[in-house]
């Protein structure tokens, strides 16, 4: 018993900070532990105290993440279909891509445009650089990428790439930039934005996601494989196989442990990156076609384009938290970087949908 007196001393330290260490909290969270660990460990008395501390971890996170909510905290209207969207730093603006090639530059302050953009070409995604003063476009039929100073709520120039520029990717100062229609993706340099390499693949070429550590971009190629591309050499290692949407995103964890795709079947298919082989997968709902994760790796979100709802899965168990109605036809999702907010793009309302992530109790 004095075992599990200790285990418990140590859990207090090492997970207090998930949630206001409160008596009020420790009294919710451990009382009940202390008579589930007492029986486990007159059933087990061999229990080692590494797999005890295990368990104990496991029971708090998942008490922590049900302290947590996502509500609706505004939604912004517009006169045009959101194709997605950026917010700065300070959670005070947003730059959107809108389905009439327009760009703009919304105050949420004052809750208005304060600038807008004339683009040709079919703007798509948006990237913000290191540094998040500056971001880039991709032009789907324009054949290049725009740079965009979000500070001074400007155009600066753009930049010919190649065909359908869609996700972007980040490896130090170095730019990737998927190049669906040609089948490739293209290695940028940080200062003129021209590419330095590009990196061919044998199908149609959807999503993109880089794991910087481990050096590897990972690309969903053709519907049935994903490509494995080394970021030091600029060359494709291999592949593995992965039945995946037919436009599916790709989204890496902040630890680089897993790698998300959406499947044909309505479904986010997580997958180890250390074994490159699927591990688990769970149904989102229908017509998923986004996915983002937060900076703290806790939550996955999916857009669920024919319920107008937000999925949120906890991306350690991949099991569903909750889904959150939103607007109508939500295409797009991104999170802010303190990962207070997340923002979705509803194209079916002409509206962007923005979540607070809170205490349960607020």
Same mark, same amino acid.
């Given at each position: 018993?004095?075992?599990?007196?200790?285990? &418990?001393?140590?859990?207090?330290?090492?997970? =207090?900070? &998930?949630?206001?260490?409160?008596?009020?909290?420790?009294?919710?969270?451990?009382?009940?532990?202390? *008579?589930?660990?007492?029986?486990?460990?007159?059933?087990?008395?061999?229990? =080692? %105290?590494?797999?005890?501390?295990?368990?104990?971890?496991?029971?708090?996170?998942?008490? $922590?993440?049900?302290?947590?909510?996502?509500?609706?905290?505004? @939604?912004?209207?517009?006169?045009?279909?959101?194709?997605?969207?950026?917010?700065?730093?300070?959670? $005070?603006?947003?730059?959107?891509?809108?389905?009439?090639?327009?760009?703009?530059?919304?105050?949420?302050?004052?809750?208005?445009? #304060? /600038?807008?953009?004339?683009?040709?070409? @079919?703007?798509?995604?948006?990237?913000?650089?290191?540094? /998040?003063?500056?971001?880039?476009?991709?032009?789907?039929?324009?054949?290049?990428?725009?740079?965009?100073?979000?500070?001074?709520?400007?155009? #600066?120039?753009?930049?010919?790439?190649?065909?359908?520029? @869609?996700?972007?990717?980040?490896? =130090?100062?170095? #730019?990737?930039?998927?190049?669906?229609?040609?089948?490739?993706? %293209?290695?940028?340099?940080?200062?003129?934005?021209?590419?330095?390499?590009?990196?061919?693949?044998?199908?149609?070429?959807?999503?993109?996601?880089?794991?910087?550590?481990?050096?590897?971009? *990972?690309?969903?190629?053709?519907?049935?494989? !994903? %490509?494995? !591309?080394?970021?030091?050499?600029?060359?494709?290692?291999? +592949?593995?196989?992965?039945? +995946?949407?037919?436009? @599916?995103?790709?989204?890496?964890?902040?630890?680089?442990?897993?790698?998300?795709?959406?499947?044909?079947?309505?479904?986010?298919?997580?997958?180890?990156?250390?074994?490159?082989?699927? /591990?688990?997968?769970?149904?989102?709902?229908?017509?998923?076609? %986004?996915?983002?994760?937060?900076?703290?790796?806790?939550?996955?979100?999916? +857009?669920?384009?024919?319920?107008?709802?937000?999925?949120?899965?906890?991306?350690?168990?991949?099991?569903?938290?909750?889904? !959150?109605?939103?607007?109508?036809?939500?295409?797009?999702?991104?999170?802010?970087?303190?990962?207070?907010?997340?923002?979705?793009? /509803?194209? =079916?309302?002409?509206? #962007?949908?923005?979540?607070?992530?809170?205490?349960?109790?607020?």
């Amino acid at each position: 018993m004095c075992r599990l007196k200790s285990g &418990m001393r140590s859990l207090d330290r090492r997970v =207090g900070h &998930m949630c206001p260490p409160s008596p009020a909290w420790r009294h919710c969270v451990f009382a009940p532990l202390r *008579y589930v660990l007492r029986a486990l460990l007159r059933s087990q008395p061999c229990l =080692g %105290a590494a797999a005890t501390f295990q368990f104990v971890v496991c029971l708090a996170s998942s008490s $922590a993440l049900a302290q947590e909510t996502h509500r609706v905290f505004t @939604t912004v209207n517009l006169d045009s279909a959101p194709v997605s969207c950026a917010i700065t730093p300070n959670n $005070a603006k947003l730059v959107i891509v809108t389905e009439n090639n327009e760009l703009l530059f919304y105050d949420l302050r004052q809750g208005r445009p #304060i /600038n807008r953009l004339r683009l040709d070409g @079919t703007p798509l995604f948006l990237h913000l650089l290191p540094g /998040n003063k500056l971001a880039l476009v991709g032009h789907w039929n324009g054949r290049k990428i725009s740079l965009l100073d979000l500070y001074g709520n400007r155009f #600066i120039r753009s930049v010919f790439v190649a065909g359908a520029p @869609t996700y972007f990717g980040q490896f =130090g100062k170095e #730019i990737l930039v998927l190049l669906s229609r040609e089948q490739k993706v %293209a290695f940028l340099s940080g200062y003129s934005f021209r590419p330095l390499k590009e990196v061919v693949f044998d199908a149609a070429a959807t999503g993109l996601a880089v794991a910087a550590r481990r050096q590897r971009a *990972y690309v969903a190629v053709g519907m049935r494989k !994903v %490509a494995v !591309v080394d970021l030091a050499s600029r060359k494709l290692v291999r +592949t593995f196989d992965l039945v +995946t949407a037919r436009d @599916t995103p790709l989204v890496i964890d902040p630890a680089e442990r897993w790698l998300f795709a959406l499947s044909p079947r309505n479904s986010v298919v997580r997958v180890s990156l250390e074994e490159e082989k699927e /591990n688990k997968r769970i149904s989102t709902g229908s017509g998923p076609s %986004a996915m983002g994760i937060s900076a703290d790796g806790k939550y996955l979100y999916a +857009t669920n384009g024919l319920e107008g709802k937000l999925a949120i899965f906890d991306a350690e168990n991949l099991t569903q938290l909750d889904q !959150v109605s939103v607007g109508v036809r939500p295409s797009w999702v991104t999170i802010s970087h303190d990962d207070r907010y997340v923002l979705v793009c /509803n194209r =079916g309302s002409r509206t #962007i949908s923005i979540l607070e992530r809170m205490a349960a109790s607020q």
